[in-house]
T-cell receptor, first 117, second 113 residues
Framework: EAGVTQFPSHSVIEKGQTVTLRCDPI?????LYWYRRVMGKEIKFLLH????????ESGMPNNRFLAERTGGTYSTLKVQPAELEDSGVYFC???????????????FGNGTRLTVT | GESVGLHLPTLSVQEGDNSIINCAYS??????FIWYKQESGKGPQFIID?????DKRQGQRVTVLLNKTVKHLSLQIAATQPGDSAVYFC????????????FGQGTELSVKP
């Protein structure tokens, strides 16, 4: 089966611009997560979708970040306007069942490396 | 507060030796733990997981040990190979916080041939 795919793999934008990241989860996975790793620090949770609904968005840093999952398939994460501190690697992950279910681990994509200059 | 930390940021081992990567956590409500391996340019890859009602779980060449008394998690890799070189992350899930995983900063494992 195809894994979690993210697009683009790299993005370089100027401060103040807008960027939209896309994630295609594994087919059939209702749970979709966004995480990011900033400045070589730990990977931090951003939000969790179950189908098209936001289950938990407690990790979203501020209102410049908007995540959507229309139709419960792919998801987008928009940053508008981008700031320097938004630079990092944004990971998407999906799972069939909840995160703490055995045999339903999170499958991560390869990430989008975002550089804001 | 919540934290998942690693005792050593880097670990260098000889090929064929066993590796032990350690992780400390502070939230006693955490009930599910996972180890991930991340190679350069790729996303984290699931290795093995364990629930808080267990203290040991084995996979292929890997073993995870959980000591809830001291809130400590470790990953043991047997007969470490050059392909095991990567950054290893532990992550915890708190049962009442849904799908949120809390990751540690990672340990870089380097295997010398």
């Amino acid at each position: 089966e195809a894994g979690v795919t993210q697009f683009p793999s790299h993005s370089v934008i100027e401060k103040g611009q807008t960027v939209t990241l896309r994630c295609d989860p594994i087919s059939g996975h209702d749970n979709l997560y966004w995480y990011r790793r900033v400045m070589g620090k730990e990977i931090k949770f951003l939000l969790h979708f179950v189908k098209e609904s936001k289950q938990d968005e407690s990790g979203m840093p501020n209102n410049r970040f908007l995540a959507e999952r229309t139709g419960g398939t792919y998801s987008t994460l928009k940053v508008q306007p981008a700031e320097l501190e938004d630079s990092g690697v944004y990971f998407c992950a999906s799972s069939q069942a909840g995160v703490s279910s055995y045999n339903s681990p999170l499958h991560f994509g390869n990430g989008t490396r975002l550089t804001v200059t | 507060g919540e934290s998942v930390g690693l005792h050593l940021p880097t670990l260098s081992v000889q090929e064929g030796d066993n590796s032990i990567i350690n992780c400390a956590y502070s939230n006693s409500a955490s009930d599910y733990f996972i180890w991930y391996k991340q190679e350069s340019g790729k996303g984290p890859q699931f290795i093995i997981d364990i629930r808080s009602n267990m203290d040991k779980r084995q996979g292929q060449r890997v073993t995870v040990l959980l000591n809830k008394t001291v809130k400590h998690l470790s990953l043991q890799i047997a007969a470490t190979q050059p392909g095991d070189s990567a950054v290893y992350f532990c992550a915890e899930n708190i049962g009442n916080q849904g799908g949120k995983l809390i990751f540690g900063q990672g340990t870089e494992l380097s295997v010398k041939p």
